[in-house]
């Protein structure tokens, strides 16, 4: 059985591993991308979310792992991180194939959802449950304007990310 030509999507997913290293550094390195009010850019989920929306589920979801194994690296979280962001990019996956159209703004839609239930998963597992102090405070004061600034590098990802997909497309996709 013949599945046709495999290398521009093989081109296609170096490209991805190739961008989530890169986001992952800048993300989890200090004074790269700068704090505005306290807030940190959570690079690799919009990231991940404008992958996923191009990508079949799988693809989605190992690319996911993939990442979230990087930022549990950086963070010693014992593998939150890849579970967590391998979930939200099978379900973005999903939600695009099935249900949504692949538009900028149900990236925005989507990339929104994300960043607020990784913050809620994330305060809710090490926060809440962890028995952090000022935890309810935390999430007003950090994890919100956090999403706020996450949010502005969706469109910033989703183009490329669209361009990328488009030219280094097989036939059976």
């Known amino acids: 059985m013949h599945y046709g030509n495999n290398k521009p999507k093989y081109f296609r997913f170096g490209i991805y591993v190739l961008l989530i290293c890169l986001a992952a550094l800048v993300q989890n390195s200090?004074?790269?991308?700068?704090?505005v009010f306290g807030a940190r850019a959570f690079l690799l989920l919009p990231l991940l979310v404008s992958i996923a929306m191009f990508e079949r589920e799988i693809a989605a979801a190992v690319f996911g792992a993939f990442a979230g194994v990087l930022w549990d690296i950086t963070s010693v979280k014992d593998g939150f991180n890849a579970f967590v962001l391998m979930l939200i990019c099978a379900v973005c996956s999903l939600l695009i194939i099935r249900l949504m159209r692949n538009n900028i703004l149900t990236a925005l839609?989507?990339?929104?959802?994300?960043?607020?239930?990784?913050c809620i998963l994330y305060a809710i597992v090490y926060l809440f449950l962890g028995g952090a102090g000022a935890s309810f405070a935390q999430l007003f004061t950090f994890y919100l304007p956090s999403?706020?600034?996450?949010?502005?590098?969706?469109?910033?990802f989703y183009f490329p990310i669209s361009w990328i997909f488009n030219s280094h497309k097989t036939t059976d996709e």
């Open 30 to 35: 200090p004074y790269i991308l700068p704090e």
């Open 109 to 118: 839609v989507l990339g929104a959802s994300a960043v607020v239930t990784y």
């Open 147 to 156: 999403c706020i600034y996450t949010l502005v590098f969706v469109p910033i």
